[in-house]
C-alpha cells in the first residue's frame, strides 16, 4: 500500500464509477417513489427505497460527497423510523417532507460536479498543506503601537511584520503569501470566521491579560496558540516551529494489522486518501519485522484476529522500548464499554468502533499521531534554538557517515562558533545573548537544505551536517552563511551590534569515521579563531 500513485488512481477510478453511476441512483430513486405512489402499501418497495437511500448516504461520504451523504441521510432516517414504527404506509406517499427530500437527493445526483469536496479530508489536515519558507509575519490588530514593538523584536530574528486592520485584505494576503505566522489582537480574534472554512498558517492570539475567559475566547476563535504580551520573539518563532509544516510536513506513516482483508484495505485507502502513508499487515506474526522495516508513527490494530489478539499484539509492541511512545489504536466490531476499557487499559491510546466511518478514523489517526510526532520534537530539540540537541546530532552524524560509505558519496560537517560571544552577554545580558543564539539558529535553518542535519553542539556552538556536499560546495554555503551572519542586526537597550561567525569544515571521506570528523572540524574551527576570526577554514588538505 506504499505506493501512493497507484492508491490515488485506484480511488480516482473508483470515484469516477460511484460518480458515473449518480444519475441512475437518481433515475431509480424517482422511479421508486412514483411506483410507491401508485402502490403505497408494498412495504418492500419502502425498503428498497430506504436502502437507495442508505447506500447514498455511504457512499456520498466515501466519496467526498457530503452534501449528497447529508440529503440521503435525511431521507433514510425519516424511512427508518417511519417503516420501525409500523406508521401506515399511505400517509408516508402523501409525507410531503419526504417528497422535498427526494426531490434534493435527485438533483444532486443528477449534478454531482458542483458538490465534490474530495479536497476537504487533505484539506482537513493542516499539517499537509505546503507553505513555502516565508520570512514574512502577519499581524492583525487595529492597534499601530502593537505593530512596532512586535516588528521590533521579530526583525532581529529575520522576521518582516506586516500589518492589517481588515478581515478581508488578511485573508487575501494569507492566500496570496502564505505568511509563516499570523499574529491576532484578541480584540480582533471572533472576526475570524474563515478559520474553519480553509487551511491557513499558525494563528496566534496576542492579549495583554493571560486570563482563563480571554485564552477561551482564543480556543473559541480557532487560534493555535496564545500569547501574553509583550511577545518574546524567540518564543514565539520556536512555537510557530512546532507547527510548521517543515517540522509537520511529512506525511504520517500507520501501520494496520488487521487479518481480514478488505478493511485493512479500505482503512488504508481511507488514511492514503488524507494523505497519509500506510502499511497493511494482515499477518500479525510478521509485525516484528514489519516495525523494523516500516517504523510506523501510529499502530491500527483489529482486536479479534485468530492467530493472536490485538490486545497481546499491542502487549508484545509495549514491551519493546523502542516502540514505548508509537500510539495505538484498536479497529474493532466491539461496542461494549467495559471490554472497549479492558482492551485500553495494555496501553492503547484509543479504541475506534466498525464500521469504519472515514472521518472519524482521519480524526483519530491525525491527532495521536500529531501529539506523538511533538512530542518527539519537543524531545529531541534544544529549547532555546529549536536545533536538535547534543544527543541526537551526534547520532545523525553516526547515520549520515554510514549512509556515505554505502552510498560511497561525500559527507561535509561544519562547527560554527559565535566569535567573541561572552562579550555580548557581559555587555548586554545573557538574555539578549540567548536572543542572539536563537536568531543566529534561524538564520542557519533558513539558508541550509531540509535535508541538512543542524544540531546546538554546545552552547555558542553549532554542528551542521551536509549530506552529498564536498568540500568545495561546503565552502561555499558556509562562507555564503558566515557573511549573513554578519550582517544580522541585534538591538539590546536601543544599541545595534552585529555578531560573526568561525566556521571549521572537515568532509569524508579523507575523514573516515564520525569521530575523525569532529576533530577535524574542532581543529580547523581552531585554526580559523587563531587567524582572527570570522572566517571558514577546511580540516585537511582541501580536497
Ligand atoms: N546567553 C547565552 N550564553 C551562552 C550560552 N551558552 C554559552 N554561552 C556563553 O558563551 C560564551 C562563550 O565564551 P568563550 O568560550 O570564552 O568564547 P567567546 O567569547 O565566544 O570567544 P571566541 O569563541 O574565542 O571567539 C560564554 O560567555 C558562555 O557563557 C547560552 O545558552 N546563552
Not at 38 to 43: A, E, L
Not at 195 to 223: E, N, W, Y
Not at 298 to 320: F, H, K, N, T
Not at 397 to 412: C, D, G, T, Y
Amino acid at each position: 500500500m506504499g505506493d501512493k500513485g497507484s492508491i490515488i488512481e485506484q480511488l480516482e477510478a473508483v470515484t469516477h464509477a460511484f460518480i458515473a453511476q449518480l444519475p441512475t441512483r437518481a433515475d431509480e430513486v424517482e422511479r421508486q417513489w412514483l411506483g410507491l405512489q401508485q402502490q403505497p402499501d408494498n412495504r418492500e418497495r419502502w425498503q428498497d427505497l430506504y436502502r437507495l437511500a442508505h447506500n447514498l448516504a455511504g457512499g456520498g461520504g466515501t466519496f467526498g460527497f457530503s452534501n449528497i451523504t447529508d440529503a440521503a441521510r435525511l431521507v433514510a432516517d425519516l424511512l427508518r423510523t417511519a417503516l420501525k414504527e409500523q406508521q401506515p404506509l399511505a400517509a408516508l406517499a402523501e409525507n410531503q417532507q419526504l417528497e422535498l427530500y427526494l426531490h434534493q437527493l435527485q438533483e444532486l445526483c443528477r449534478y454531482p460536479a458542483g458538490n465534490h469536496n474530495s479536497a476537504q479530508p487533505v484539506a482537513e489536515n493542516r499539517l499537509l498543506t505546503e507553505v513555502s519558507p516565508s520570512r514574512l509575519g502577519y499581524l492583525y490588530s487595529t492597534k499601530p503601537e502593537q505593530y512596532a514593538a512586535l516588528s521590533n523584536n521579530l526583525q532581529g530574528m529575520g522576521i518582516e511584520i506586516e500589518r492589517f486592520d481588515q478581515c478581508d485584505l488578511l485573508q487575501a494576503a494569507i492566500l496570496e503569501n502564505s505568511p509563516l505566522f499570523v499574529l491576532v489582537d484578541i480584540a480582533q480574534c471572533d472576526t475570524m470566521g474563515f478559520l474553519h472554512d480553509h487551511s491557513h498558517p499558525p494563528m496566534i492570539a496576542i492579549s495583554r491579560t493571560g486570563d482563563f475567559s480571554t485564552r477561551l475566547k482564543a480556543v473559541r476563535s480557532g487560534m493555535d496558540g496564545f500569547f501574553v504580551e509583550p511577545v518574546d520573539g524567540v518564543t514565539l518563532l520556536n512555537f510557530v516551529d512546532t507547527l510548521l509544516p517543515q517540522a509537520w510536513g511529512m506525511p504520517f506513516r500507520v501501520l494496520i494489522v488487521d487479518d481480514d482483508r478488505s478493511q485493512a484495505e479500505y482503512a488504508a485507502l481511507v488514511l492514503e486518501r488524507a494523505g497519509m502513508i500506510t502499511c497493511v499487515v494482515n499477518d500479525p506474526a510478521t509485525i516484528i519485522e514489519q516495525l523494523t522495516a516500516f517504523s510506523p508513527e501510529l499502530l491500527l490494530l483489529d482486536i479479534y484476529m485468530p492467530q493472536c489478539s490485538g490486545i497481546e499484539l499491542a502487549q508484545l509492541v509495549r514491551q519493546m522500548t523502542q516502540y514505548v511512545n508509537v500510539p495505538i489504536i484498536f479497529l474493532s466490531a466491539e461496542h461494549r464499554r467495559d471490554r472497549q476499557l479492558a482492551a485500553l487499559q495494555v496501553g492503547a491510546d484509543d479504541f475506534i468502533t466498525k464500521p469504519i466511518i472515514a472521518k472519524e478514523l482521519i480524526a483519530a489517526v491525525n491527532l495521536r499521531a500529531w501529539r506523538a510526532r511533538m512530542l518527539n520534537w519537543v524531545m529531541l530539540r534544544d529549547g532555546l534554538t529549536g536545533l536538535l540537541n547534543h544527543a541526537v546530532i551526534m547520532e545523525r552524524l553516526q547515520h549520515a557517515v554510514a549512509i556515505a560509505q554505502r552510498q560511497k558519496e561525500a559527507l561535509s560537517i561544519a562547527m560554527i562558533d559565535l566569535d567573541h560571544f561572552k562579550q555580548v552577554n557581559d555587555q548586554y545580558g545573557h538574555p539578549v545573548g540567548d536572543r542572539v543564539l536563537a536568531a543566529c539558529s534561524r538564520m542557519i535553518q533558513q539558508r541550509l537544505r531540509g535535508s541538512d542535519a543542524i544540531g546546538r553542539y554546545g552552547g555558542e556552538e553549532f554542528l551542521v551536517i551536509l549530506p552529498a556536499t564536498e568540500s568545495a560546495q561546503a565552502l561555499v554555503v558556509l562562507d555564503e552563511l558566515r557573511i549573513a551572519f554578519s550582517t544580522l542586526r541585534h538591538t539590546a537597550n536601543g544599541e545595534t551590534f552585529r555578531v560573526q561567525v568561525s566556521v571549521g569544515i572537515a568532509c569524508y571521506p579523507q575523514f573516515k569515521t564520525a569521530s575523525q570528523l569532529l576533530e577535524a572540524a574542532d581543529a580547523a574551527l581552531y585554526r580559523a579563531k587563531r587567524e582572527g576570526r570570522n572566517r571558514v577554514v577546511i580540516g585537511g588538505p582541501v580536497g
